[in-house]
């Protein structure tokens, strides 16, 4: 095909300095959105984690009342190199986002399997390194201020929580990165019912405000 100005037949694709505009163009892109990407990935690990919690939680509540059986949630540290498994020692810890859910005390039982019948009997168990590996997290009281060091919440035959046993009541979750991220808060009522909220929203109408 001949160029309607040179008579030449035109070439197709780009030249050396297209693409390199091209490449520029995009770098500038690149660099523009990596922030709003970086909070996007935090906020989304904070999202798993509360979540996580959120649906063990409902689990140990849901064992509960089918069993008719004090069922408890636990939170549970995580193996030193690797927070995708749970630590052996399965020591309670107040500052971690993986929980066990078991019919008897999971203390150093966490390598078990999930079984109904072999102590612990552990029904449900998660390490937050599946998805939220570097959030943080802090149990609070019922204020979701004041700080806690309660471990568990044990969830009797009613579906309710038994607040003889010192239950966690409010945990906030946050990010190790120290960058801005929307922390949340997991609230677990005397009911026994679960609800995640953002604590930075302001409008009553908003069913997101804590």
Not at 56 to 68: H, P, T
Not at 76 to 92: E, I, K, M, R, Y
Not at 112 to 122: C, D, G, K, L
Request: aromatic share 4%; proline share 5%; with cysteine.
């Amino acid at each position: 095909m001949l160029s309607p100005r040179t008579g030449r037949a035109a070439r197709g694709g780009f030249s050396l300095i297209e693409m390199m505009v091209t490449l520029t163009i995009l770098g500038f892109l690149l660099v523009a959105t990596m922030p709003s990407i970086g909070a996007w990935l935090r906020n989304t690990e904070i999202r798993n984690a509360a979540e996580s919690i959120s649906n063990g939680l409902a689990k140990a509540r849901a064992e509960a009342v089918r069993r008719n059986l004090p069922v408890r949630f636990t939170l549970v540290s995580t193996a030193t190199d690797n927070p995708g498994l749970l630590d052996v020692n399965c020591a309670a810890s107040a500052t971690s986002a993986s929980w066990v859910v078991s019919l008897d005390n999971p203390a150093g039982a966490c390598g078990n399997a999930v079984s109904e019948t072999n102590a612990p009997r552990i029904l449900a168990k998660f390490a937050q390194g599946d998805g939220s590996r570097n959030v943080t997290v802090s149990v609070r009281g019922a204020d979701c201020t004041s700080a806690s060091g309660n471990t568990q919440v044990v969830y009797g035959g009613f579906g309710r929580v038994d607040t003889a046993a010192n239950p966690i009541r409010c945990l906030v979750i946050g990010h190790s990165s120290g960058a801005t991220v929307r922390p949340l808060n997991v609230v677990i009522s005397p009911g026994g019912t679960v609800r995640s909220c953002d604590p930075a929203v302001t409008d009553n109408n908003d069913p997101r405000k804590c």
